[in-house]
């Protein structure tokens, strides 16, 4: 029977949002960098409560102001967006490859 949104096993696997997994990356970059939520905000040009957001994955920041974080911590949106791509497309600890395509295919 074929996994629907409403079924255990959907349940049980939560796939992350693009927002969580960009903001954990922002932040582990502005952390390997030794750098505070204010400098990096500062740099950006947006208010550090604003910043903690996106990097706790609670804001979906505009496009605008994820190029702004990315400039001031000296990434590029290319490289950004790969790298997050690459981490959403690494299968989980315990996910079958491909378990989430079905779910996609349901929400086009």
């Not at 049980?12 to 903001?23: D, I, T």
């Not at 390997?32 to 939520?37: A, S």
């Not at 497309?89 to 395509?101: D, I, V």
């Amino acid at each position: 029977m074929p996994e629907t949104p409403s079924s255990p096993d959907h349940a049980a696997v939560r796939e992350p949002l693009w927002r969580e997994a960009l903001g954990a990356r922002l932040r582990d970059e502005r952390r390997r960098r030794d750098e505070t939520l204010g400098d990096v905000a500062r740099r950006a040009g947006i208010s550090l409560q604003y910043l903690s957001e996106i990097e706790r994955g609670i804001k979906e920041p505009s496009s605008e102001m994820i190029a702004a974080v990315a400039g001031a911590l000296d990434l590029t949106l290319l490289d950004l967006t790969v790298e997050v791509s690459r981490q959403l497309s690494a299968p989980a600890a315990g996910t079958p490859r491909g378990a989430h395509r079905g779910a996609f295919a349901l929400a086009a």
